[in-house]
Structures are given as structure tokens and as C-alpha cells.
């Protein structure tokens, strides 16, 4: 399949180490931030999201953390598998926007067996 | 399967021909949207819908590009006279309404000789 993110940032972790994945976001307004997973060759998949009422929320193996102040989101995945190997976009919305996803740049994780 | 479905998968035309690629979003979902991805980047936004209605549509999207949904179920993106600029990865997405997580296709790669 097609390559996604030929020049992206990348972060290469060792097969069940921890991994995370930091993003940063321009808008203030944003009240929505998503983390996506995206495979070559396949649309985003859908990971984890969080409002901006939170700063943390979990999910199976996975955990989103935002800080506001700093306009901050990260993605952390426990116990970091090779099927976890992708490009990893956080994405933000706003009510008054439409909650159209306005995507960030991607990084690309590797995991080394 | 019922997720997103995206065709075709893959379109390779001519400089100035024009290209029609169709959505069919989850079932029930009343929000449908477009992007478009190039090599290396994250997804950009086009336009929405909302049932029918398409309620924006980004600057990106020029004169030759049109998007319907009539009837409030599929959708097609529709690209005329062509041009190299217009090769990329085009997606297509559908959420459940405001403020829920969007659900992309595998999108329809479009190749411009």
C-alpha cells in the first residue's frame, strides 16, 4: 500500500515499552480533540477523544491528556504492540466550527519487535 | 462490515477529465464529510453535510469541485476539468451528529496523467 506521512516526525519504541505521542493545537476556541490512527493504504481510524471539560480520559491501553493552558494534547499508549505501528494525528473541533476536524501533523510510531 | 464505504478505491484519468467518486456513510449517521490527503500530511477539510444540507464548505474547495448528498444518505464529490493539483487521497467520513467522533472510509485515490 501507499505510504502515509513519508516525512512525518517519528517515534520508534521497543514492543511492550510505553509510547507517547505529543501533539499541539492552534485554536483556542477548539472544545473537541480526537486522536486518530492511520495504516497505509487505509482512512484515520478512530482512537480516543476528549472535551475540553476533561484533561484526562482513558481507554482500552490508551489515554488522551490535555492541558488547555498550553494548548496540549497527548496520546499515550501502555504496553506499545507492533500492530500499534502507524501515523498518529490528533484533530480538534469547535462547536461554532461545525465540529469539522481540523487535523495536525501527523507522527510516525515504529515498534521494535 | 457496515463502516464507511468509499468508491472507487483508486482513479486514474487525464488532465481535464471530469471524476465523480461516491460516500456511503454509516447508516443513521446525519453528518457526512470530505477530505482530501497528500503524501505526507494530515487530512484537510472540505465541506460537510447535515442530512441534505451542505452547511460549509472550505476555501479549497474551487468552482470545479461540487458535493451532493440528496438525499441525505450517499454522497458524491464531483471534480471537473481536472487538473495535476487534484491528485491526492480523498475521504470521506460520517458521525452520528455534533460533537461525535467521525468514522472515515478508506478514501478513493485520485491519479492525474
Known amino acids: 500500500g501507499e505510504s502515509v506521512g513519508l516525512h512525518l516526525p517519528t517515534l520508534s519504541v521497543q514492543e511492550g515499552d510505553n509510547s507517547i505521542i505529543n501533539c499541539a493545537y492552534s485554536?483556542?476556541?477548539?472544545?473537541?480533540f480526537i486522536w486518530y490512527k492511520q495504516e497505509s493504504g487505509k482512512g484515520p481510524q478512530f482512537i480516543i477523544d476528549?472535551?475540553?471539560?476533561?484533561d484526562k480520559r482513558q481507554g482500552q491501553r490508551v489515554t488522551v491528556l490535555l492541558n488547555k493552558t498550553v494548548k496540549h494534547l497527548s496520546l499515550q499508549i501502555a504496553a506499545t504492540q507492533p500492530g500499534d505501528s502507524a501515523v498518529y494525528f490528533c484533530?480538534?473541533?469547535?462547536?461554532?466550527?461545525?465540529?469539522?476536524?481540523?487535523f495536525g501533523a501527523g507522527t510516525r510510531l515504529f515498534v521494535k519487535a | 462490515d457496515t463502516g464507511v464505504s468509499q468508491d472507487p478505491r483508486h482513479k486514474i484519468t487525464k488532465r481535464g477529465q471530469n471524476v465523480t467518486f461516491r460516500c456511503d456513510p454509516i447508516?443513521?449517521?446525519?453528518?457526512l464529510y470530505w477530505y482530501r490527503q497528500t503524501l505526507g500530511q494530515g487530512p484537510e477539510f472540505l465541506t460537510y453535510?447535515?442530512?441534505?444540507?451542505?452547511?460549509?464548505k472550505s476555501r479549497l474547495l474551487s468552482d470545479r469541485f461540487s458535493a451532493e448528498r440528496p438525499k441525505g444518505s450517499f454522497s458524491t464529490l464531483e471534480i471537473q476539468r481536472t487538473e495535476q493539483g487534484d491528485s491526492a487521497m480523498y475521504l470521506c467520513?460520517?458521525?452520528?451528529?455534533?460533537?461525535?467522533?467521525?468514522?472515515f472510509g478508506d478514501g478513493t485515490r485520485l491519479s492525474i496523467l
Open positions: 467520513a460520517s458521525s452520528l451528529g455534533v460533537g461525535q467522533p467521525q468514522h
Open positions: 453535510f447535515q442530512n441534505e444540507a451542505q452547511l460549509e
Open positions: 485554536n483556542s476556541a477548539s472544545d473537541y
Open positions: 484533530a480538534e473541533g469547535s462547536n461554532t466550527g461545525g465540529f469539522k476536524t481540523i
Open positions: 447508516s443513521e449517521h446525519n453528518r
Open positions: 476528549i472535551r475540553s471539560n476533561m
